[in-house]
């Protein structure tokens, strides 16, 4: 008689939308035992087991993975992985059997340093944005680079800075001020004490992602987020406040550009600089006139496209990662289905600035043919409450992208919390041919 196949228990990091997602689809895999969350968030709590927030380093989890028989340990966020989780685990001979979903220390460079990946990326001929790298000591000389240059200004902190870390500046003597002020007044903390003054690129974005196990890999399906917080792409940029897959404009020839020119080329090179890095890689890309520039790495998937994608990936998550660990991703099915997907956000009023949150939450008992991932929300009793900028993510699935928009705002006017804020325009550049 055959023995059944194993069941592996999972640790999946981080408590936003992303992350709720995430614990969605691990869930559907026939290959999880248990799926533990941490911190996780009320929402994740109906596919898994949150986990006590008490553990905050990466000695708390390394007993937690050994104590649970922890398989998988599958970082949503970037910051443990720049912070070189991967690295901690496998130089534990305790821990080494453990495979974590994600790059080693010097891999997350590629999101952790814009300076590093945009060396990388001239090392092995990515295409990208010229660009020049400023420090408190060459302040001066960023100021003559500015002069020299056409607006819109670009200036990119170097480090994390929680998606926000970007200015597109249209007048020459705000782009100075700003540039002085990330420098010399830490506006985005030590994220900023290197600045990219960076060429402005016209043209559409769109965000394209791999799972590598750092030889071979899977594309997965595209998406176009929209990060600015007004409709029309106004305002300031945000986490992001909806995205869409598939787009329409990334077709085969596109694609085929974007695994010749960028995706292989980054594989590769991270391989041949004895880089290890097993796991998601974003590559946030512009088209310009048709050809793709990469506008920066991530070493993990976005928020929120991965709550677009996801519902659109048929695989056995859990048997991903295994072969993610064992260098043989080549031999494992994914498959994208061709429905249209949609993910609108629901925020509090005010975010990215200052917002008030503690608002109850309702309406969610009322959904259907949506999923709804809670990103910043907090249980009292048996209420919902608002708990952060970016409260909940609304995801539909549709033959039609406007079948899975309409889907979606039909589920945002009914859920109800004060102060709930969402872009009522959401793919609708893309419906209108850009």
Not at 187 to 202: D, N, P, Q, T
Not at 363 to 390: H, I, P
Request: proline share 6%; aromatic share 10%.
């Amino acid at each position: 008689m055959r023995s059944p196949d194993p069941k592996f228990n999972v640790l999946l990091l981080g408590g936003g939308g992303r992350e709720a997602a995430l614990a969605w689809a691990i869930r559907r895999s026939p290959s999880l035992g248990r799926l533990f969350i941490h911190p996780g968030n009320p929402g994740t709590a109906a596919w898994g087991t949150n986990v006590r927030p008490e553990i905050k380093d990466f000695e708390g989890l390394r007993r937690f993975c050994l104590e649970q028989d922890i398989r998988f340990v599958v970082p949503g966020p970037e910051a443990p992985l720049v912070q070189g989780i991967y690295d901690f685990f496998q130089e534990d001979a305790a821990t080494a059997h453990i495979g974590v979903i994600g790059p080693s220390r010097t891999g997350a460079l590629l999101e952790g340093s814009k300076a590093f990946a945009k060396a990388f990326m001239r090392r092995h001929g990515v295409p990208t944005a010229g660009h020049y790298e400023v420090t408190r000591d060459t302040l001066y000389r960023g100021f003559q680079i500015l002069e020299k240059m056409q607006p819109p200004y670009v200036l990119k902190a170097d480090g994390l800075a929680a998606g926000k870390g970007v200015l597109i500046v249209e007048d020459l003597d705000d782009a100075k001020r700003e540039l002085a002020f990330m420098i010399g007044e830490h506006k985005f903390g030590e994220a900023g004490s290197r600045v990219l003054i960076e060429e402005y690129l016209e043209g559409v974005e769109c965000s394209v992602f791999i799972l590598t196990d750092g030889t071979s890999y899977k594309i997965l399906p595209e998406a176009k987020d929209y990060k600015r917080i007004g409709e029309g792409n106004t305002g300031l940029n945000t986490g992001g406040m909806g995205a869409i897959s598939p787009v329409p404009f990334v077709d085969k020839h596109f694609m085929q550009k974007v695994e010749d020119r960028i995706i292989r080329p980054t594989v590769e090179g991270l391989k041949a600089e004895g880089i290890i890095y097993k796991g998601f890689l974003y590559f946030g890309l512009m088209r310009v006139h048709g050809e793709p520039f990469v506008i920066e790495y991530n070493c993990r998937l976005g928020d929120p496209e991965t709550e677009a994608i996801l519902p659109r990936i048929q695989t056995d998550w859990v048997k991903a990662f295994e072969a993610v660990t064992e260098g043989r991703l080549h031999e494992h099915p994914i498959e994208i289905t061709p429905k249209a997907s949609a993910a609108v956000v629901l925020a509090s009023l005010g975010y990215p600035e200052i917002y008030d949150t503690g608002f109850p939450i309702t309406g969610l008992e009322a959904m259907e043919n949506v999923l709804v991932f809670q990103a910043g929300t907090k249980a009292d009793g048996n209420r919902l409450l608002t708990n952060g900028g970016r409260v909940l993510v609304i995801t539909a699935q549709d033959s039609t992208l406007e079948g899975a928009l309409q889907a979606c705002y039909q589920a945002a006017e009914r859920i109800h919390f004060d102060n709930k804020y969402f872009r009522r325009d959401i793919g609708q550049d893309v419906l209108e041919g850009l």
